[in-house]
C-alpha cells in the first residue's frame, strides 16, 4: 500500500465528532468526486464514483451517520485495459438527495445545483474545524501525500480552477502556503517541502502547518485524538 493509500485508509476510519464537520467533509467529498443527476421529472439523484474504497468507506459512514438515509453502494470490476474497480455510492432517493445538497450547500435555496459542484456558500466552512474536514474530505477524494520520512509534498487534484482556488484559500488561512500548477487537465493544488509536517501516532495521522505543531504550540487536541489533516 503506498503511504498515501495508507494515510487514506486511516482517515476513512475516523469520524468528526461534530455535525457541522461531518458537513463539512461530506461537501468536499461530494463538490471532487460527486455528480448530480436530474431526471425529466425533476427527480434529483447524487453520487460518488471513486477507485479508493476509502474514500467509498468515509462517505458512506458520513452519510450515514449525518443523514440516516438509505444509500445504494455498487461495485464494478473494469475489464481489459480498465482494470480498476469502481465504487459507486448513490442516493437515489429524491427528498433525501435534496437534504444531502441542501445540508452540504451545493444547491442555492432556489433549487439551481451550483456550476461543476461548487460550494454555493462558504456557510459550511465558517469554523477551522470545518475546515480542516473539508481539506480532509478533498484529499480523501482527490489528493495524494508523499512519505514525509522522504520528501514532503501534498496535493489535491480539482477539476476546475474554481475548486482549487477554493482549497488553496482554505490551506492560506491556516497560515499555509499553498500553489496551484495546471498538470495535464487538473488544476492541482500543492503544500511544498517545509510548509507541512506529517507526524503519525500509531493509528493516527496528523498533518500540521508549519508553525502549528503541538509541541511548539503546546496544543494537540486539535489532532487527537480524531487525528486531523
Ligand atoms: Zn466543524
Known amino acids: 500500500m503506498s503511504f498515501s493509500s495508507s494515510v487514506k485508509d486511516e482517515l476513512s476510519r475516523q469520524m468528526p465528532g461534530a455535525r457541522h464537520c461531518q458537513i463539512a467533509e461530506t461537501a468536499a467529498i461530494l463538490s471532487l468526486c460527486g455528480r448530480v443527476k436530474i431526471s425529466a421529472s425533476d427527480h434529483f439523484w447524487i453520487e460518488i464514483h471513486t477507485e479508493n474504497v476509502a474514500v467509498a468507506r468515509k462517505y458512506f459512514t458520513l452519510l450515514k451517520k449525518t443523514f440516516n438515509i438509505r444509500i445504494d453502494v455498487s461495485i464494478r470490476q473494469g475489464i481489459g485495459n480498465h482494470k480498476n474497480r469502481t465504487c459507486t455510492v448513490a442516493v437515489t432517493h429524491h427528498e433525501d438527495a435534496m437534504r444531502v445538497l441542501q445540508a452540504v450547500k451545493l444547491i442555492d435555496p432556489y433549487g439551481e445545483i451550483e456550476e461543476n459542484l461548487s460550494l454555493a456558500q462558504n456557510v459550511v466552512l465558517m469554523q477551522n474545524c470545518c475546515k480542516r474536514a473539508f481539506i480532509r474530505g478533498a ?91
Do not use: W
Request: net charge neutral.
Open 139 to 229: 484529499f480523501l477524494a482527490a489528493g495524494s501525500i508523499s512519505d514525509p520520512e522522504k520528501f514532503y509534498h501534498f496535493e489535491i487534484a480539482c477539476a476546475t480552477e474554481a475548486k482549487a482556488k477554493q482549497i488553496q484559500g482554505l490551506i492560506l488561512s491556516m497560515g499555509i502556503e499553498a500553489k496551484i500548477v495546471l498538470r495535464k487537465k487538473y488544476f492541482v493544488v500543492y503544500i511544498k517541502e517545509g510548509n507541512l509536517i506529517v507526524e503519525r501516532h500509531g493509528s493516527t495521522s496528523c498533518a500540521y502547518g508549519a508553525g502549528e505543531h503541538p509541541h511548539s504550540q503546546g496544543d494537540a487536541r486539535e489532532c487527537e485524538p480524531a487525528g486531523k489533516l
